[in-house]
Structure formats: structure tokens, C-alpha cells
T-cell receptor
Framework: EPEVTQTPSHQVTQMGQEVILRCVPI?????FYWYRQILGQKVEFLVS????????KSEIFDDQFSVERPDGSNFTLKIRSTKLEDSAMYFC????????????FGPGTRLTVL | DQQVKQNSPSLSVQEGRISILNCDYT??????FLWYKKYPAEGPTFLIS?????DKNEDGRFTVFLNKSAKHLSLHIVPSQPGDSAVYFC??????????FGAGTILRVKS
């Protein structure tokens, strides 16, 4: 069964450092998403991406964040200068069509900022 | 952001009985609702969904009911099994866009 994969599973970084979280969405999917879950809080939407551009982003997704689909398979989230409050589980998701279709989630990357 | 609420943080059910998980929403623009199941250290796994044009959708042991006038949906699991023990998230979207999640309900099925 096809699945979304994410690497690394756990990333530890120092405050102010750049991190890149990687995702490989399901191969025939066209819509890609990043969500995050801070410990003890809800899963929150960060950004959606379609046709090589951002289609929607939340208030959390400020200038420190960027997304890219550098090739036909990877989808990355970059945080330019990490803050302590960026520590969270980051989930990538994809769906074949945006409307009325379930989003399939990856296993997540746990980001710890020290 | 309280657009999707799951007011029960936890639920404990005996194996073989029915589990009912509830979810309320406030945004009238939501037209698609989903339930996800999540184990620790894993991503959410899709369970079942329902469009706002329906009031019920069934898939095996899982049934989702939607009451639009009350802005309420529920997930029924019958019969409950120990392997169903997990965190269950209700999520909603408007016109197929981002998902808005509830806080989750921890389900424990006792054998």
C-alpha cells in the first residue's frame, strides 16, 4: 500500500540553526501539506502546496518557513532560523485531489530545538 | 481556534461494546468531515469521512453520523476491539482545503 514517508524521524538542532524536513508524498498525489503538533496541543495546518506553488498558508507559516518540491518526488519544509517554540511533531500529508478526499499523513518528524 | 471541538478527552469501553466519539464544529463553511486514528509516534491514519450532503457513512465496524443542524458528528465503533485503543481526531475542511482538527479523544478498549 502506498504511503507518505518522512525523514528524519527525529531532528535535534540548536536555536537559530536552519533545518530541512523531508517528505516523499504518495506518487500520484498532487496536493501536499505540512501540519505540526506541539506537545499537548492540536494538530495545526501550516501550508498547502499545489502545482509548484503555495495555495494556502496559516499565520504560523511566516517568513522563517518555506516549502519546496525540488524534484518529482520530494517535498521539503525549511525553517531558516529555528526558535524554541518550533519544537513539535511535523507531519506531511498528501492527497490526490483537494476536494472531498482524505489526506494521507506521514509518520512525522519530531523537531527538538535546544 | 475552537472551530472543531472534541469535548471528551478520554473514553473507556469494554471490548465488544459500542464506542461513541463525539465532535462539534462551529464553522458553517465546513462541508467535509473526517476521522483519523493516531498511535503514539505515528502520523494520523485516515478512518472514515462524510460529506455534508450525507448524514451517515458506514465502513465495516465504523459509522460516522452527521447532524448539520446541530453542527455535530459522531463516530461509532461496533464492536470495539482492544486494537482500537488510540487517539481519535475529528477533522473538518471547507471546499477541500486545509484540515482543521479537534483536540482528540483517547479511546481505551478494555478486554
Amino acid at each position: 500500500e502506498p504511503e507518505v514517508t518522512q525523514t528524519p524521524s527525529h531532528q535535534v538542532t540548536q536555536m537559530g540553526q536552519e533545518v530541512i524536513l523531508r517528505c516523499v508524498p504518495i506518487s500520484n498525489h498532487l496536493y501536499f501539506y505540512w501540519y505540526r503538533q506541539i506537545l499537548g496541543q492540536k494538530v495545526e495546518f501550516l501550508v498547502s502546496f499545489y502545482n509548484n506553488e503555495i495555495s494556502e498558508k496559516s499565520e504560523i507559516f511566516d517568513d522563517q518557513f518555506s516549502v519546496e518540491r525540488p524534484d518529482g518526488s520530494n517535498f521539503t519544509l525549511k525553517i531558516r532560523s529555528t526558535k524554541l517554540e518550533d519544537s513539535a511533531m511535523y507531519f506531511c500529508a498528501s492527497t490526490a485531489e483537494s476536494s472531498y478526499n482524505e489526506q494521507f499523513f506521514g509518520p512525522g518528524t519530531r523537531l527538538t530545538v535546544l | 481556534d475552537q472551530q472543531v471541538k472534541q469535548n471528551s478527552p478520554s473514553l473507556s469501553v469494554q471490548e465488544g461494546r459500542i464506542s461513541i466519539l463525539n465532535c462539534d464544529y462551529t464553522n458553517s463553511m465546513f462541508d467535509y468531515f473526517l476521522w483519523y486514528k493516531k498511535y503514539p509516534a505515528e502520523g494520523p491514519t485516515f478512518l472514515i469521512s462524510i460529506s455534508s450532503i450525507k448524514d451517515k457513512n458506514e465502513d465495516g465496524r465504523f459509522t460516522v453520523f452527521l447532524n448539520k443542524s446541530a453542527k455535530h458528528l459522531s463516530l461509532h465503533i461496533v464492536p470495539s476491539q482492544p486494537g482500537d485503543s488510540a487517539v481519535y481526531f475529528c477533522a473538518a475542511s471547507a471546499r477541500g482545503n486545509k484540515l482543521v482538527f479537534g483536540a482528540g479523544t483517547i479511546l481505551r478498549v478494555k478486554s
